[in-house]
């Protein structure tokens, strides 16, 4: 590896500390890729508007009234106030924290503070793109259409969506305005398959361990997902703070048994637990998540 890629590395690369005390490394999602998940996810909302559209004129086509017309139109504006708001919103508050833009290239939101991404967060930053991006858009479309459409209400639409669209390569972070209100920053979510030899070492280790389903159930697959990155990058200090925080939570006694060895059994016993609820349509995203 070349001191130059190791330089970039650092550069992308921030340490976020979970609620459990886990340090996890993150690395920024980059320009190019927020970019492309923005075209895929615009090209999503604008098919879902041309279809929209295609059924309110044929729904003012066969309105009998000018009254029903202008209802039509009404119900067309807001669905596609609510498209355009809610499809990020809905996306961004679902387990993988990611719309299917964000899906696609491999990154997903997060919270800057380590903690859990909540409605309150995930609303802010969406509210703000109305102001970053489809309002100025609107001007720049809507203007001309409607007559309006002289140059300096042009220049300044463009000056305007220019300065939000740029704010992610004038900062370190690479926050746009959405992010920097919200706590929020938008990072890579690779793709990763269960190792192979991490599933045979927790079952190798199973029978050692006997866990109730009480403390099965005091995670869900959030914290799963955290525990797996400690198994395949484990550091001492790291592995001892994450079984204390588990041992102490659940109220295990792990006698004289190794911390990895500790980890390992939980991690494949609880991993077996959440399989089996999904299997019965139940599904608990972590540990805060009631609906178990």
């Known amino acids: ?8 590395d650092v550069r992308v690369q921030r340490s976020l500390i979970t609620p459990e005390g886990v340090n996890l490394n993150l690395e920024l999602a980059s320009i190019g890729q927020r970019f492309g998940a923005l075209v895929i996810d615009m090209a999503i909302i604008i098919g879902a508007v041309i279809i929209l559209t295609i059924v309110a004129l044929l729904a003012a086509a066969n309105g009998a009234t000018t ?10 504006l807001l669905g596609l106030f609510f498209l355009r708001n809610g499809y990020f919103l809905f996306f961004e508050m679902s387990g993988r924290a990611a719309t ?8 997903r939101v997060a919270s800057r503070d380590g903690g859990r991404l909540g409605f309150s967060a995930v609303f802010t930053r969406n509210a703000l793109r109305e102001l970053e991006l489809f309002l100025p ?14 140059g300096w209400t042009v220049l300044l639409s463009l000056i305007w969506c220019g300065v939000f669209v740029l704010l992610p390569m004038f900062n370190r972070d690479k926050l746009r305005a959405g992010d920097l209100v919200a706590g929020t920053w938008v990072v890579k979510a690779p793709r990763q398959k269960l190792l192979r030899d991490m599933a045979d070492d927790g079952a190798a280790h199973r029978n050692a361990f ?3 389903v009480a403390q ?9 997902q955290v525990l797996e990155q ?22 295990y006694n792990r006698g004289s048994a190794s911390d990895m060895d ?18 019965m349509g139940k599904r608990r995203q972590d540990k805060f998540d009631t609906t178990h």
């Not at 400690?230 to 659940?250: G, M």
């Open 216 to 224: 099965l159930d005091a995670y869900g697959v959030k914290e799963l």
């Open 67 to 76: 009254h029903g017309t202008e209802i039509v139109a009404i119900i067309w």
């Open 1 to 8: 590896m070349t001191a130059t890629h190791m330089h970039r």
């Open 100 to 107: 299917w833009g964000k899906r696609a290239v491999g990154i």
């Open 262 to 279: 500790f980890l390992r059994a939980y991690y494949h016993a609880m991993r077996g637990r959440l399989e089996t609820r999904l299997l």
């Open 137 to 150: 858009l609107t001007v720049l479309i809507g203007a001309p259409i409607a007559g309006q459409g002289e």
């Open 210 to 212: 006997d866990f109730t």
């Open 230 to 251: 400690v198994l395949r990058t484990p550091e001492r200090a790291t592995v001892r703070a994450v079984a204390d925080r588990i041992a102490n939570r659940i109220g």
